[in-house]
């Protein structure tokens, strides 16, 4: 589950694709395992069935940070003290299997994880991985990403022995902000662009942050920040699920999250914003992208509207031609024809 084997296939953050089934049966498996020799992260891959290898892999870049979703069989794949001495680009690999077992052997033991929990390694300490799917024949899944260490405030040193026998996890607690942003994140790629890529690898920098932190236990000023960083995550994704909720407000958000107005308030103090501004943002984002959709065409704009929890006509007219320069219908007059032009 580890690699970056040739892709075909471009979409706006560098979203690449490979299915083995695409290269002729016999030459499915040495492609894929020469390629994985070769990569930055350099991996010796063995396969006891490499008749019929089915094997799928999507990489999408963004910024220093690599995301991976995989589905292949049974493999195990070593990282060698060979390899690592011909590439060792200092890498943290967090692993998240969906279906499967994964098998990981170091210096510091051998260690099962299931579905649900977070793999931790350290690309620059040798090991040996071994993904079985549930049933054979089958295909393990799963969500793999790699960030520079460099990139993360954590004390020196061997982090794989430190996070070694640890169950961590994707679906509770910082893992699980960080297996939904993941997810959300593959799932609709091509909204993105190219200027998106450093803002979205400094929330998965801080999500992994936040993650291994919780884990340590570590009550330092990077662990605070980082769960600063990581509530500021949740209330945005909180905010974002309510935006047709007409009663949002950041006494609701607040509630919601156990704090206090203040405290709330005080989070967005570095964001350049405030919670109602940054409500009022997201909306009218919406209903922007609403109007512009042809699907849409029909339904109303003060209906458009009341979507996002914009419920009073006036007050959102103000609001859309403060924001963009121009009323709602124009706006969609406007777009429907460029569309029209395109077309």
């Known amino acids: 589950m580890e690699g970056t084997p040739e892709h075909t296939g471009v979409h706006m953050l560098g979203d690449m694709l490979l299915h083995t089934e695409d290269l002729p ?8 395992r020469d390629h994985l020799s070769q990569t930055s992260v350099p991996t010796e891959l063995t396969c006891a069935d490499t008749t019929d290898f089915v094997a799928t892999q999507r990489l999408v870049d963004f910024g220093a940070v690599q995301l991976l979703a995989v589905a292949h069989p ?3 794949l070593a990282r060698t003290p060979e390899l690592i001495r011909r590439s060792d680009p200092g890498l943290l690999h967090l692993s998240l299997p969906h279906s499967g077992t994964v098998d990981v052997s170091s210096s510091h033991g051998t260690y099962r994880h299931r579905p649900g929990d977070v793999v931790v390694q350290d690309t620059s300490r040798p090991a040996l991985m071994t993904a079985t799917p549930e049933a054979v024949p089958g295909q ?5 990403v790699f960030v520079p260490r460099e990139l993360l405030p954590l004390p020196a040193g061997d982090l794989t022995e430190a996070f070694a ?3 961590l996890s994707h679906r509770s607690g910082p893992g699980s902000l960080l297996g939904t942003f993941l997810g959300q994140l593959l799932a609709d790629t091509a909204s993105f662009c190219p200027a998106d890529a450093p803002r979205l690898e400094r929330v998965v920098v801080d999500l992994v942050t936040a993650l291994l932190c919780h884990a340590l236990d570590t009550d330092s000023a990077v662990a605070r920040d980082a769960r600063h960083r990581t509530l500021v995550l949740r209330v945005k994704d909180h ?6 909720d007409p009663g949002l407000s950041p006494g609701t958000v607040a509630a ?6 203040s405290h709330l308030h005080r989070l967005f103090r570095g964001e350049e914003t405030t919670v109602t501004a940054w409500i009022r943002t997201r909306r009218l984002e919406g209903v922007r992208r609403d109007l512009a959709d042809p699907a ?3 339904l109303p704009v003060h209906a458009v509207a009341a979507r996002w929890g914009l419920v009073r006509p006036a007050d959102f007219s103000r609001a859309f031609r403060a924001a ?11 777009a429907a024809q460029e569309a029209a032009t395109d077309s």
């Open 256 to 261: 919601a999250h156990h704090i206090s107005l």
């Open 140 to 144: 393990a899944t799963g969500t793999c």
């Open 25 to 32: 049966a016999a030459d499915r498996f040495d492609r894929w």
């Open 165 to 167: 026998g640890r169950r």
């Open 239 to 244: 905010i974002g699920r309510h935006l047709h």
């Open 74 to 76: 049974a493999l195990t």
């Open 324 to 334: 963009y320069g121009t009323t709602p219908r124009d706006f969609r007059a406007r």
């Open 296 to 298: 849409l065409r029909a």
